[in-house]
């Protein structure tokens, strides 16, 4: 391991490690995650592009890597900040280490970092940019670096992470169509899709209703992906579009935020987001709590859905009170912020698929 290795945040800390052996240097929004399990569901979720990974668990690599556990075809994350990172696995169904994983995609990450401290500090003083850097640059030119970095206010992110030509998923001779918008899209929402006898056509980004309109589809979906949900203009005309022919929608995290903005409902940056497996939501309808899985850092305005006289909220998050779920009132739309396809996760809300379903029922 090469002891030199910095974390140098936008607000000049300085936080140091020992790089696993991938050189080079790497900027991201940094950021945590507190799962327990499930680094390679999280390394490859799309919704993590541009952004530096600090994993609270003690230990990264112990079970190594399986390829029918990932997201998407490759790590999204910018990089990866851990405590212990295992070069050797344990895991009777492992395929390879972690270590080869990265190296393969040339994915920097730092070990032996005092990650206790680090995630106090981003719990304090929120999310924000920062460099990992392995080079021997000095702080200076690190800086120089980050000062020419975006803030992710603003910043749209889902063109880079978005198929570039409409594919196909499940049997074409399922009974429910569904087109769904590809923003970030998990690979488990699609299997949790596919399992309830649905073909999907996955479309990219900036698709239009009239294009999406020829699948002739049951259903609609909006993915979760990275990113400010505002500057997403194709996707809330979209969204404007089925929703004002009343066709059945469905959204999850990114795709929930775009459903808010194209209502006029604005969405904010949070200090530093939900990201875990272990966040608890109310289900106001039945009274339950759930545990979910969670990963954004923006967030839909609470009040402003209060306030709107189409909408009615159906999940709050425990911890801190902001909007989880809400659906509109006189329209076959509904939309939630964490991750039903628990991948990874608990399965507790697995159920807003066949809500879904459900919803295709009644409005066909």
């Known amino acids: ?25 790497v900027t991201g929004e940094v950021c945590f995650n507190t799962g327990m399990t499930g680094y390679q569901e ?22 190594g890597v399986n390829d029918k556990e990932v997201e998407s075809n490759s ?25 080869n994983y990265f190296k393969e995609q040339n994915i ?18 929120g999310a924000m940019n920062a460099i990992i850097s392995t080079d021997n640059s000095t702080v200076e030119e690190l800086k120089l670096i980050l000062d020419k970095m975006p803030s992710m206010v603003g910043l749209e992110l889902a063109s880079k992470v ?21 923003i970030g899209i998990k690979q488990s929402i699609l299997r949790n899709l596919e399992k309830r006898d649905c073909y ?15 699948f002739n589809a049951d259903g609609y979906f909006l993915s979760n992906g990275p990113g400010d949900p505002e500057p997403l203009i194709d996707a809330q005309n ?30 904010y940056k949070m200090h530093n987001g939900h990201r875990g497996i272990n966040h608890p939501v109310i289900n106001l309808n039945t009274g339950k709590a759930e545990v979910t899985s969670q990963n954004h850092g923006f967030v839909v305005d609470k009040q402003q859905v209060e306030n709107h006289q189409e909408f009615e909220i159906t999940h709050l998050h425990l911890n801190d009170d902001t909007l989880a779920g809400m659906y ?35 409005n066909n």
């Open 1 to 25: 391991m090469n002891t030199n290795t910095i974390i140098l945040l936008e607000d000049g800390t300085q936080f140091y490690g020992k790089s696993i052996g991938i050189q080079g240097h």
């Open 42 to 63: 999280i390394f490859t979720d799309p919704s993590y592009y541009g952004q530096l990974m600090v994993t609270t668990n003690a230990h990264i690599g112990n079970y």
């Open 75 to 99: 790590v999204k994350i910018s990089g990866l900040i851990c405590k212990n990172f295992s070069f050797n696995h344990s895991r009777v169904d492992s395929e390879d280490t972690l270590f």
């Open 108 to 125: 920097v990450a730092v070990a032996e970092v005092d990650t206790r401290a680090l995630v106090s500090h981003i719990r304090n003083k």
């Open 162 to 182: 978005s198929t570039d030509k409409p594919y196909y998923v499940g049997d074409k001779k399922a009974t429910y169509k569904i087109a769904a918008l590809d």
């Open 200 to 214: 999907i056509k996955v479309f990219p980004y900036d698709t239009a209703f009239d294009e999406m309109k020829e």
């Open 238 to 267: 979209l969204a404007k579009e089925l929703i004002k022919r009343g066709l059945p929608l469905f959204g999850i995290c990114l795709g929930h935020q775009v459903i808010a903005q194209a209502n006029g409902i604005k969405t």
């Open 328 to 362: 509109m009132k006189n329209k076959p739309c509904f939309s939630v912020q964490y991750h039903p396809e628990a991948s990874p996760g608990p399965h507790d809300s697995s159920y807003l698929f066949d809500e879904f379903i459900d919803l295709i029922k009644r």
